[in-house]
């Protein structure tokens, strides 16, 4: 029985003896004691100091135009932390499709700070408007991303509108027969950022020297095989608001079908006394 409590003893000792050698203070020399200091130091996140203003944007008509803006980091790991695949700049407005840079190149590096240069592409058709808006972006090699997105910018109007062809031809009109339709429509093709509501034509007589067909007897439609559209009339111009709208936007077009009544003429080629005027506004 002595035995057995000697060995439990002995075990208890032992236990208590490790714990304090565990826990034991480190001793001091001479009461100098030294201790050792670490720390672990947090990223430098980067900061975008600014981005460029006053940019105004002048579009090129049925086309892309280039844009260019600069905008400029700071980080206090060096410009070398930065991570120059990630930048990018967004030209964004409500409404309209976002405009995203092709390319950042860094440029000007200079201790904590770099200036990208970003390119982006703008199409003929966005919107012209002045609160256009930058958001500008970079991220560093710990993955950690900065914004800016306070600086606007300016899309000036460009007013552009073609036809692909300039003639509203009958072949073979009938006479003394009413609603014929041209041999083809003239397609108005909206190459730029503006919205048209409003047509206004002015159509002339046409003749063939001697005989008139006049110009109250044609009518313009937006519909093929309907001549129930806008009555013409001779050196005046019939303003077309019902029917006719020409939205900007990517690949926006009107088509323009002519019609006529044709009177008992004699045969022969006809042509109008002037060339018919189509006035294209935004109201």
Partial sequence: MRIKTTIVLGIVLAIALMAFMVIA??????RDCYVNTTLTVGNANPTITD???GIIITLTAESSITSNVLFNVTDGNGYNDLNDSTAQCLGYKSGEADRTSS????????GNDLRYNCSVDFQYYDDDAAD???????SDNS?????NATETFTVNALNYVDVDTSTFAWASATAG?????ADASINLDNGGNQDYETAAVTAFNATDGSNIIPATAFYLNNITS?????QMADSTAANITTWFTLQHGNSSSEDLFAYVDMPSVPSGSYSSTSNWLIDITTT
């Fill in 25 to 30: 203070d480190t001793e001091c020399t001479s």
């Fill in 143 to 147: 993955l950690a991303n900065v914004s």
């Fill in 132 to 138: 256009w808006k930058w958001n500008c972006s970079v």
């Fill in 226 to 230: 309907d001549a129930t559209g806008t």
């Fill in 103 to 110: 390319s950042c190149t860094a440029q000007d590096q200079s």
């Fill in 177 to 181: 027969t009413n609603d014929q339709e």
């Fill in 51 to 53: 981005v460029e203003s």
